[in-house]
Nanobody
Framework: QVHLVESGGGLVQPGESLRLSCAASGITSISSMGWYRQTPGKEREFLAVLTFGGRINYADSVKGRFIITRDNSKNTVYLQMNSLKPEDTAVYYC????????WGRGTQVTVSS
């Protein structure tokens, strides 16, 4: 059975940091793990992806502030988010790709003073 368990969201003030985690289980032959976010009325936005070949891509909107890493032994991907801004407020989703495309349920990140 496939499980994607996200954690680490919450409420922070502008300029602060958060680290999101996504632990995947029940998925074999993972080709990439990544993060997206979505705000009401908008399409889901790509943030970062890390392939199991070691390639990393970031959206321009988060390049230099967000860092994606993984722990292969735990099938877990992390998103370190620094210098958070109010416009980073969104629901953040983990994405895992293998033969199929899997999504987590999302974790809310709110950046507000």
């Amino acid at each position: 059975q496939v499980h994607l368990v996200e954690s680490g969201g919450g409420l922070v003030q502008p300029g602060e940091s958060l680290r999101l985690s996504c632990a995947a289980s029940g998925i074999t032959s993972i080709s990439s793990m990544g993060w997206y976010r979505q705000t009401p009325g908008k399409e889901r936005e790509f943030l970062a992806v890390l392939t199991f070949g070691g390639r990393i891509n970031y959206a321009d909107s988060v390049k230099g502030r967000f860092i994606i890493t993984r722990d292969n032994s735990k099938n877990t991907v992390y998103l370190q988010m620094n210098s958070l801004k109010p416009e980073d407020t969104a629901v953040y989703y983990c994405n895992v790709r293998s033969q199929y495309n899997y999504w987590g349920r999302g974790t809310q990140v709110t950046v507000s003073s």
